[in-house]
């Protein structure tokens, strides 16, 4: 019974300490993803008009695929 617990310890502490060296090595990335992220909109979107600057940008992104697709078209 005393092995058990010793073996059952032993794993347990692998276990955590395996999961802490991957988050460690797991946060740089993600600050770094953050940091490369444009913002969507030139002010902050407060909670009352999230929705409208989230119609304003995806009106944005349509008119430049428009925009790039007539120009991929012209020889």
């Known amino acids: 019974m005393r092995y058990l617990v010793i073996v059952a310890l032993i794993a347990g502490g692998v276990i955590f300490f395996r999961q802490q060296t991957t988050q460690k090595a797991e946060a740089p990335k993600k600050t770094a ?4 992220q444009p913002t969507l909109t030139p002010r902050p979107a407060s909670e009352h008009d999230w929705a409208k600057a989230a119609i304003d940008r995806t009106n944005e992104v349509k008119r430049q695929v428009k925009r790039e697709r007539a120009s991929n078209e012209v020889p």
């Not at 993803?33 to 490369?36: F, L």
């Open 33 to 36: 993803q953050v940091a490369t």
